[in-house]
């Protein structure tokens, strides 16, 4: 069974929510295992045993968050070896523009490598309906590509 894990970071939980409703609708399809993990629990066997990925997180200070940043730090060289090649997408809940989260995020996952395969979403601001409906399809469309072999 192929799996899509949602790492996420979150401290007021702006950023726990856009990851839920993506989360939510990767449920929708029930070929795919869909594993929701907090940047701090998560690890390189997790990823390296993941089909593709969402990662969420607030804009902090201009960039991603320091939750997510440790994960990356903690997995990149246990996962370089491997090359994965991961589909991924991303999540911002920006205060700001999140185009600096967005730009960090992007430039790490290039190193893994992984292959960006969504346009990412950034919420400015608390998630509206709106905001937690676009998150909820990117879940469902990464899950569904998983399901049907484009990622």
């Not at 991961?86 to 730009?103: I, K, M, Q, T």
């Amino acid at each position: 069974m192929k799996r899509l894990l949602i790492i996420y970071h979150s401290q007021s939980g702006s950023t726990a929510s856009l990851a839920q409703a993506a989360y939510r609708g990767a449920l929708t399809e029930s070929e795919i295992e869909t594993v929701l993990c907090r940047a701090f629990e998560a690890d390189a066997a997790l990823l390296r045993s993941s089909d593709a990925v969402v990662f969420a997180t607030p804009e902090n200070f201009g960039t991603m968050s320091g939750g997510l940043k440790d994960f990356f730090d903690r997995t990149y060289y246990a996962c370089i070896e491997q090359q994965m090649n991961l589909s991924y997408a991303l999540l911002v809940s920006a205060g700001n523009d999140g185009s600096g989260a967005v730009r960090d995020v992007d430039r790490i996952c290039k190193g893994y490598p992984l292959k960006k395969v969504a346009t990412e979403i950034v919420v400015k601001g608390i998630p509206d309906n709106k905001a937690l409906q676009r998150c909820y399809e990117l879940g469902q469309q990464l899950a569904v590509g998983l399901a049907f072999g484009i990622y």
